[in-house]
């Protein structure tokens, strides 16, 4: 079939597995029956999706319940932990289905891939898969869940119809999953992470600072491998653009429009085009608030980098935090007397994003924060990537050991490539980033080895072109 997102199917499946092997597919299962030769699942979906959401996995796999609609599929090893950390999901449901309209696809489920899988998720209809590196055992990775979830409406119920319009998929999940996260577990903690996005997306447009025109939101793709192009432009400029949207007008009448084109762009896929039609007939007509302009869509969508009336979070713990990583930093704030007592893993995630670590100060500094936190030991990848980003720009190499063994036993892109880079950068880290790739490229997704073997790979090895897929 041609793979575009322009076109949906509906489909059905007979699967054969051996035991003790079970499939999970993104359908609803029908029957299951037992024979000789292994259970027969029949599947079927009849609600039309783009290819690229067709999915299939089988594995040594058992499942939990986490309400009357949701569940967990994991390995046996893993379900536990797996139940514990979604226990949210039933909840998650029903207050998106509260304020955007119904699920329309059943049941919905999660299931825990190995650790190679390459990104942070995939939003298949019904059965959502997910990298283990999210299992934190507090619940503070969940806001990736509140994002594949929220894909049930805003990407897999009404599709971007082209690559180019891929931000009506991404912004839309952005905007969503923050509102998901507001409503479950606080306003603070959702601006906290809209703060960290905001990060991320100026960091992708410093970076692609000589291509302004892939910094637009409807990106020119003429003559271009979408993938090429694929950042967090999309996702984190496509969410600013609905929140400029909700402060102009107020939610109630922002959530009524969205709600709206939902229900009426059901199981289609959709153009830029008729995103605009739609919300200036809608919204756009609708009272402002006191203060505010209306926000020029043309001008959002054509227009590259950020516009001057894009929406800043509030998140004033964070200043705290950016004051007391300077603070360190000057030396003024030993490491044990830092404020940590009530923060979250997202706040130190910002605290090590934000310290202005030089040549000469950063191994006694790192030094300090590993005898003082052990943040090595950490079990939530998020803050642990970022402490091993840290450790291989600055050539911190009491961190070797944990930096290998992380490199080693984890497949997510979005942790690998910047810390090989950072490897790589240094004549230090050179020969290290080869010997342990070399160690580590066997038990990689091949998605992943496409895109390290450009950086890492001998030209005998490296395959085609790397795919720069965003991670979520």
Known sequence: MQDSPGIRITFDARVRSPAPTVPVMAAETLSVETGPEGQVHRFA?????????????????????????????????????????????????????QQFGPYRWGRYEVLVLPPAFPFGGMENPRV????????????????????????????????????RDLWLNEGFTVYLERRIVEAIY???????????????????????????????????????????????????????????????????????????????????SQPTAEFTRFFREVLLTQPLLPGQNTPDLELWLTSPGLLPD?????????????????????????????????????????????????????????????????LGASSNYEVLAQWLLLAATHDYRPADARLERFLVEVGRRKYLTPIYEALLASPTGQPRAHEIYAKARPAYHPITQRSLDALLAPPTLAGPEPIHLPDR
């Open 128 to 163: 959502t898969f997910v990298t283990p590196t999210i299992l934190a055992g507090d619940r503070s990775l969940v806001a990736l869940i509140a994002h594949e979830l929220a894909h049930s409406w805003s990407g897999n119920l009404v599709s971007n119809a082209t690559w």
């Open 45 to 97: 979906l009849d609600h039309s999706i783009p290819p690229y959401l067709l999915a299939l996995a089988v594995g040594r796999l058992e499942s939990a319940s986490t309400g009357p609609r949701t569940g967990v599929w994991a390995e046996p090893s893993l379900v536990a932990r797996a139940r514990a950390e979604f226990a949210d999901l039933e909840a998650m449901l029903t207050t998106t289905e």
């Open 186 to 268: 606080g306003a603070e903690r959702a601006e906290i992470e809209a703060a960290l996005g905001r990060q991320d997306l100026e960091r992708d447009l410093a970076a692609l600072a000589e291509h302004p025109g892939d910094t637009v939101l409807h990106v020119d793709l003429a003559g271009r491998d979408p993938d090429d192009v694929f950042s967090d432009i999309p996702y984190e400029k496509g969410y600013l653009l609905l929140r400029r949207l909700e402060q102009a007008f107020g939610r109630p009448a922002f959530d009524l429009a969205l709600a709206r084109w939902f229900a009426e762009h059901a199981f289609t």
């Open 310 to 374: 894009a929406p800043q979070a509030r998140a004033p713990g964070l200043d705290a935090v950016a004051t007391a990583a300077a603070s360190f930093a000057r030396g003024e704030t030993p490491a044990k007397k830092l404020p940590t007592r009530t923060w979250s893993p997202q706040h130190w995630i910002y605290f090590l994003r934000s310290l202005p670590l030089t040549a000469s100060n950063a191994v006694a500094l790192l030094d300090q924060l590993d005898a003082a936190f052990q």
